[in-house]
């Protein structure tokens, strides 16, 4: 046995310090590790996607290139022709055996109709607007209607809103018929006209001339869901539109060029109630599925409780511009212009919430006073004052997909606060509609529709498309 001198035993314990401090430091380097590894993962997968997406042939894709086909075809009110739009679908229709019919309406505006019959004749109808909106082609980096992949993106006017959804459908329907199987009920394709300048010769037009048809719907679907993404492997909310605002024109005229600017700086400066709020039970029906998903905790808080929320200015005030929206009723003033018939105008867009109506609230956005002395024209287009039913199969077979799809996915209903589509026109004719988007994009893309170098992520596109059939499939077959 050695003999352990004092100098011998101060060695000792400096290295067993060492090792101590070594091997410490070596478990909480694993530690710390462990606990980044979600945050580490994250960077390390969207690298392997990003490879993934440079190596893959997209451009050969059948869906990319139908969309590329679709996106080709200007369909602008400026500049385009909506029956040049309608021929491509039709003929990609009619190529899958599917009879298609296009109904001209005026120079260059159509809708499209194509059945597949079912065992039950009321159809599932797959609803797009065929126009997109006008371009300014020096405001762009690719020609708009190009239609220029640069992965992982294609550029063009229309990619997002929304040739995107109609090709979807489009392959949806080419699907059914290349199944051979029977149809359960049957599906109607609908391509309309005029979306982007109020649907007068689309949807508007149909539930003139075609009521019979019309409430022979069993339920639409159609543009206005959202997807909210942190990551592509994290979705944060998938909301289906069930309900949105309704609107109205209040048209102002004048010669006096200045008053109108008067009454539009009046109006900004006034800004929108903080006090005057209102939770509608669509919005209601919204938050408890919606609040747990904030990120902030604050943002939690507030949206779990919506009625301390809006008895609290200063609390109310913490809200997103776009969260605020549900909760109230807004007038919001365009530039003043120069007047078809002479003079001058300014358009003011009237937002109202579910089951509001113009009369009770006008008063309140745009007083009387302000306008005193001034012709003022109001035209408020047919709008449901309800959303529609959460108890739909169509509603159900689209959030059993999606769990099914992407397992744990917070998903629900949307309102939508700050625009409109073609839903709020079925909806007065009593047909049940639902905006569906099944595309999961980055919310920093939405960003970019209607406007210059408006592009759509082509992977989110062939995973969306293939999603859509689904769903299609869930609901006929």
């Not at 229709?93 to 505006?109: D, K, N, T």
């Not at 149809?183 to 949807?203: D, P």
């Not at 002395?373 to 449901?384: H, K, R, T």
């Not at 994009?441 to 989110?460: A, C, G, Q, W, Y």
Request: charged share 25%; glycine share 8%; hydrophobic share 40%.
């Amino acid at each position: 046995m050695r003999l352990m001198t004092p100098a011998s035993f101060l060695e000792r314990r400096r290295r067993m310090s060492a090792r101590l401090a070594l091997y410490g430091s070596l478990a909480l380097v694993a530690g710390a590790a462990a606990l980044l590894v979600f945050w580490l993962g994250r960077p390390l997968r969207m690298r392997a996607y990003e490879t993934a997406v440079l190596e893959a042939d997209f451009p050969s894709l059948p869906e990319v290139q139908l969309l590329t086909g679709y996106v080709q075809i200007d369909t602008s009110e400026a500049t385009g022709d909506e029956i040049a739009g309608a021929r491509f679908l039709a003929g990609k229709l009619e190529e899958a055996g599917i009879p298609a019919r296009i109904e001209v309406i005026g120079g260059r505006h159509a809708n499209l109709y194509a059945l597949l019959e079912g065992a039950d004749p009321r159809p599932l109808v797959l609803h797009n607007h065929i126009d997109v909106e006008s371009v300014k082609p020096e405001e762009w980096i690719f020609p708009p209607f190009s239609a220029h992949i640069k992965l992982p993106f294609m550029y063009g006017r229309g990619t997002f809103d929304m040739k995107s959804v109609a090709i979807a459908q489009l392959m949806a329907m080419i699907d059914l018929k290349k199944s051979g199987k029977p149809l359960r009920r049957s599906v109607l394709f609908l391509a309309t006209s005029s979306e982007e300048r109020g649907s007068r010769l689309g949807v508007r037009w149909i539930l003139r001339r075609r009521p019979k048809l019309v409430r022979s719907f069993w339920a639409v679907l159609t543009e206005g869901g959202i997807v909210e993404v942190r990551a592509r492997d994290d979705i944060k909310y998938w909301g289906t539109e069930v309900v949105q605002k309704r609107f109205a024109d209040l048209v102002v005229c004048s010669g006096d060029r200045e008053r109108l600017e008067d009454l539009r700086r009046t109006l900004i400066e006034r800004g929108f109630t903080e006090t005057d709020l209102k939770i509608v039970p669509e919005v209601r029906t919204l938050l408890e599925g919606y609040a747990p998903t904030r990120d902030r905790e604050d943002y939690r808080e507030l949206l779990e409780n919506p009625d301390a929320t809006i008895a609290d200015v200063r609390a109310f005030r913490k809200l997103p511009n776009y969260l605020k929206s549900m909760f109230r009723n807004e007038a919001v003033p365009f530039n003043v212009e120069e007047a078809p018939g002479g003079g001058y105008e300014l358009m003011i867009k009237i937002h109202l919430l579910p089951g509001q109506k113009l009369e009770g609230v006008i008063d309140e956005l745009v007083p009387r006073w302000m306008t005193w002395g001034m012709p003022v024209a109001l035209d408020e287009p047919p709008s449901a004052l309800r959303g529609s039913p959460l108890d739909h199969p169509a509603f159900q077979g689209i959030q059993e997909v999606i769990e099914e799809r992407y397992p744990g996915t917070p998903s629900g209903p949307w309102f939508l606060p700050w625009s409109a589509t073609d839903s709020r026109f079925f909806r007065t004719a009593g047909v049940p509609s639902y905006g569906f988007s099944p595309f999961v994009i980055m919310n920093t893309e939405t960003l970019r529709v209607d406007k210059s170098n408006e592009r759509f992520s082509l992977p989110s596109f062939v995973e969306g498309v293939e999603l859509y059939r689904e769903v299609v499939r869930r609901l006929v077959l």
